[in-house]
């Protein structure tokens, strides 16, 4: 498999679990670039568990047919490294299809990256607009229907929705899932933030179902408590990134999160479990000190 992004990492654990060998090559140093680091190695230590081969940070120069098979030759390190294998996937991105649309004659304006739209999904046409992969960064069929939508308002309804108003999860499905939302933890370094963290060891369902490798986090900022950005790593993270879909599109603070009742034993609950640490947190010492001599008192 050739790229180590969610449809590359996706397909490898696929086929491995299918009874394949599979060997992963990636020019990036690590899985998944646009997750954050811990999650990627976490990721990398599942796929070495599982048996998958990873060669990474490798530039693929050519590829080859022969007797024993299809043949990688990729350059790591200035070291030249074979890779041997059936069938060759190439996941390693994906790039515009208008050739041939004939756009220039409709005076829509385009670029290697797709065409260009405006926060409306207005083309440089002024009557055609675009919507999906085409004309956003988020290449999903769920951005693509949300963007749809916004389309279909803007140009038959004489709408005014924007496309960045829209709050976008996405997930990988491997096993676990990563799903994400919002600031990462390199957005949430620069910034006046806090983060909070918690394992899925301290999960009652994910220590059930032995799946206890994974962590939620989110990320908020300091001075309100609004929510900003989240990533769960589970077993269900898919299921459950859309409650803190809804908050972030809200404007909710964290220590809402701890009043919502979820369904015990749950993945979900752990998100309750974030606006409680969140709480905790905000108990200054000073605070206790006066809690323990008011309660003294009480007695």
């Given amino acids: ?72 030759i990729v350059n790591r390190g200035q070291k030249k490294e074979t890779v041997v294998g059936d069938e060759i996937l190439l996941a390693a991105g994906r790039v515009p299809n208008v050739e041939g649309l004939n756009l220039e004659a409709a005076g829509v304006k385009y670029d290697d990256k797709g065409v260009t739209v405006d926060d409306h999904l207005r083309t440089s046409n002024k009557s055609i607009f675009a919507a999906g992969d085409i004309g956003s960064p988020f290449h999903f069929t769920h951005s693509a229907e949300a963007l749809g939508r916004v389309a279909l308002q803007n140009a038959l309804f004489f709408g005014r929705k924007r496309a960045s108003d829209l709050v976008i999860p996405w997930c990988t499905y491997t096993s676990p899932e990563i799903a994400h939302v919002g600031l990462n933890q390199e957005g949430a370094s620069k910034g006046e933030t806090e983060t909070f963290n918690l394992p899925f060891a301290e999960n009652d369902r994910g220590v059930v179902d032995n799946d206890t490798q994974g962590f939620a986090r989110v990320h908020v900022r300091k001075k309100d ?74 007695r």
Avoid: N
């Fill in 1 to 72: 498999v050739i790229g180590g992004g969610p449809i590359g990492c996706e397909l490898a654990q696929a086929f491995a679990r299918l009874g394949s060998q599979v060997s992963l090559v990636s020019d990036v140093a690590r899985l998944l670039p646009k997750e954050d680091p811990d999650v990627a190695a976490l990721l990398e230590q599942q796929f070495r568990r599982e048996g998958i081969e990873l060669i990474l940070g490798a530039k693929v120069e050519r590829a080859e047919k022969s007797a024993v098979g299809r043949i990688l």
């Fill in 225 to 298: 408590g609004r929510l900003l950005g989240a990533t769960l790593v589970s077993r269900h993270a898919g299921e459950s990134i859309g409650e803190l879909v809804m908050a972030i599109q809200h404007r909710m603070k964290v220590g809402e999160l701890g009043a919502i009742i979820h369904p015990y034993p749950t993945e979900a609950e752990i998100i309750k479990r974030l606006g409680d640490a969140s709480q905790r947190g905000r108990l200054k010492p000073w605070m206790k000190q006066a809690l323990v001599k008011i309660f003294k008192w009480r």
